[in-house]
């Protein structure tokens, strides 16, 4: 009984120094990159690759319309041989079609992750610095539900200073 005292008491000094040693914040990494102006390049490029994608599925389209309307004009005079090869044909493309525009979302959303992402990496390394600065040895995200935060833990204007981004006046 007094080894298990003499152990819980260990324990809650240890517990206490350690929290000592703690020091925790917070940062809204999206209000950082919603104010980086490289984001508006990061915009235009995702923009231009969409664009290109639609292109891309209009020619695909256009080049099946008129594989049907060819059919749809010739099928008389075509041999059942020839009539199966032209369905199938028109079905490999109308199923490509399908495959692309399913696939065109995610390429997308990939292209766009692969464009932000040294955004997220300078944020990283400013963030890195200011947390040396300051003795953090714990950073979290804003939008982890956090029920309290004192204002004095969020380094988000911090790492926007260290980055040289403008601070919005609210």
Known sequence: ???????????????????????????????????????EQVRADVTSYNDGL??????????????VDSYQQNESTYSEAIKKEKQSEIIAL????????????????????ELI???????GESL?????????????????NIVYLDPKMDLTIKVMKKMGLPIPQE
């Open 1 to 39: 009984m007094n080894k298990l005292n003499i152990f819980l008491i260990n324990v809650i000094i240890f517990s206490i120094q350690l929290n000592a040693q703690s020091k925790v914040g917070t940062i809204d990494v999206e209000y950082i990159v919603s104010a980086m102006p490289e984001l």
């Open 54 to 67: 639609e292109s891309q599925s209009k020619l695909k389209i256009n080049t099946f319309q008129t594989l």
């Open 94 to 113: 109308e199923n490509d079609i399908k495959k692309f525009q399913q696939n065109s979302n995610k390429l997308i959303q990939l292209k766009q992750d």
């Open 117 to 123: 992402q040294p955004l997220y990496q300078m944020i």
């Open 128 to 144: 890195n610095t200011v947390s040396k600065e300051e003795n953090f040895t714990q950073v979290f995200t804003i939008n982890n």
